[in-house]
């Protein structure tokens, strides 16, 4: 049975399902647990996962992500010609240049990883979010921690400036929007993905019983 656990709907008083004390509720520090003075037994606690926060998070990703690849990362100034460099330009033109599997595999670390993590995240936290449990919830969450290792970005961002500092000697070099966004992404997908996953199978387990 999905369970309503909106602050709206916790009611003010807690009684112990141990001893029949009764509690007023009052607000606890993040991870804290309540426990009755009588015997001890837990009452309630407050969740250390923040799943409004959590969501916010992995949709600002998303839109991150989106402007990240859509504009260019550099632009190159070479002899008077002004070049720009996009994600996908860059993995084109390695797949052009006979490293197929290179652009393959980066396109992989760097575009498909973080998606599938966020668009995963996104499957479990809306429905937690709103007191239910979804479907296929455990195939999910084992998929976000295998994906994990994958989803490189900041490798990516690392070989842009590597590359630029290179470059530099040769054109002028500028950055351009999409590098200021996959900096905002590497720093949002390091938050997102250091949240303890545990809490969020705990939440399950709780609405689940
Ligand atoms: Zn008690």
């Known amino acids: 049975m999905a369970v309503q656990t909106g602050d709206?709907?916790?009611?003010?008083?807690?009684?112990?399902?141990?001893?029949?004390?009764?509690?007023?509720?009052?607000?606890?520090?993040?991870?804290?647990?309540?426990r009755c003075l009588?015997?001890?037994?837990e009452l309630y606690r407050n969740r250390?996962?923040?799943?409004?926060?959590?969501?916010?998070?992995?949709?600002?990703?998303?839109?991150?992500?989106?402007?990240?690849?859509?504009?260019?990362?550099v632009w190159m100034d070479l002899g008077g010609q002004s070049r720009s460099v996009t994600l996908w330009g860059a993995v084109l033109s390695s797949y052009d240049a006979g490293v197929g599997l290179v652009a393959v595999v980066s396109a992989a670390c760097i575009f498909?990883?973080?998606?599938l993590q966020i668009a995963v995240l996104i499957y479990v936290l809306v429905p937690l979010r709103a007191g239910r449990v979804p479907q296929y919830f455990a195939s999910a969450m084992h998929a976000l921690r295998r994906m994990q290792p994958w989803s490189m970005?900041?490798?990516?961002?690392?070989?842009?400036l590597v590359s630029a500092?290179?470059?530099?000697?040769?054109?002028?070099?500028?950055?351009?929007?999409?590098?200021?966004?996959f900096a905002l992404l590497t720093?949002?997908?390091t938050l997102i993905t250091s949240?303890?996953?545990?809490?969020?199978?705990?939440?399950?387990?709780e609405e689940q019983s």
């Open 8 to 34: 709206d709907s916790k009611p003010e008083l807690v009684i112990c399902e141990h001893c029949d004390s009764v509690y007023q509720r009052s607000p606890l520090p993040a991870g804290a647990v309540a």
């Open 153 to 160: 970005v900041e490798v990516f961002l690392l070989g842009i």
């Open 195 to 205: 949240y303890d996953l545990h809490e969020l199978w705990d939440l399950a387990a």
């Open 112 to 115: 498909l990883m973080p998606l």
């Open 38 to 41: 009588q015997c001890g037994a």
């Open 187 to 189: 720093y949002l997908l």
């Open 165 to 181: 500092v290179k470059l530099a000697a040769d054109a002028a070099i500028s950055p351009g929007i999409g590098l200021w966004g």
């Open 48 to 73: 250390r996962v923040d799943l409004d926060t959590m969501l916010a998070l992995t949709v600002t990703s998303m839109i991150v992500m989106a402007i990240a690849n859509a504009y260019p990362v």
